[in-house]
């Protein structure tokens, strides 16, 4: 799919032509200079979405297309989660924004016991909106249709429960003896993989997701920081499961 991307609420009663305004409209004319004739896909980054022909833009913010076909994207199976630790900085939304060009479909934010960075109030709010909004924004740029569901931020209990109803679980950890790369995976259902925090996961959360029935795994040689270390993992699950094939 490379006609660029744009959202709207939803595409239900979508009839012979549709208006894009407000900012995706803005963007569309006043950046992206989208004329009559060209190819657009509208989307609710839900699955649902629609190829489109530009007819006209108007002024600076709306532009009109005529649709062909509301289609749906079925879900990606098997289903790839990360737990994501919470990094410093802008490292959570560039963990987030390359977790989701690769493919990912749902991102847990984690608050680990050896994050620095941890979410309260006010706070806490605004960045778990900046991960939504990231993720919402590199679902577009990477030409998806379905875009990752990104959580509320989990307890360490809270990774422990989901990792138990998983079919495949994992936790990058330099204490596993065996590599990611070399693991039997499902061929459906769900896989979720923990990435800690840069002081890495603390013993009793270690034992806690082995309890939940996660295995500790190598990715490789080089230790990764926690913002590229999931893109990385769920690249090579992508490839292994043949969701890139």
């Known amino acids: 799919m490379t006609a660029p991307v744009f959202v709207v609420d939803q595409l239900q009663g979508v009839g012979a032509e549709f208006v894009l305004d ?3 409209g803005r963007h569309a004319v006043s950046v992206k200079r ?3 004739g060209e190819a657009v896909v509208l989307t609710d980054g839900a699955g649902r979405w ?6 006209a833009a108007e002024g600076k913010d709306r532009l009109v297309v005529r649709p062909h076909g509301v289609r749906e994207e079925p879900e990606a199976t098997p289903r790839i989660t990360v737990v994501q630790a919470l990094p410093k900085g802008d490292r959570g939304e560039l963990a987030v924004e390359t977790m989701t060009e690769v493919g990912v479909d ?8 050896r994050c620095i960075t941890q979410w309260k109030g006010e706070r806490g709010l605004k960045a778990l ?3 939504r909004a990231t993720a919402r924004e590199a679902g577009k740029q990477s030409r998806r249709v379905r875009f990752p569901e990104v959580a509320d931020a989990a307890t360490s209990k809270q990774v ?5 109803k998983a079919d495949f679980a994992a936790v990058l950890h330099e204490s596993g003896r065996e590599p990611l790369a070399g693991v039997e995976l499902p061929a459906e259902g769900e896989i979720v993989l923990v990435v800690g925090p840069e002081g ?13 029935g996660a295995r500790a795994y190598r990715l490789g040689p080089s230790v990764l920081r926690t913002s590229t270390a999931g893109t990385a993992a769920a ?8 969701r890139w094939s």
């Open 200 to 212: 890495g996961v603390a013993p009793e959360e270690l034992a806690l997701f082995e309890e939940a």
């Open 106 to 113: 749902a991102i847990v934010p984690w608050a680990a016991s």
């Open 22 to 24: 407000g900012p995706e």
């Open 50 to 55: 629609a190829e489109c022909e530009v007819v």
């Open 235 to 242: 690249a090579l699950l992508l490839g292994r499961t043949g």
């Open 34 to 36: 989208l004329r009559a």
């Open 129 to 131: 909106t900046k991960w």
């Open 160 to 164: 422990a429960a989901l990792l138990a």
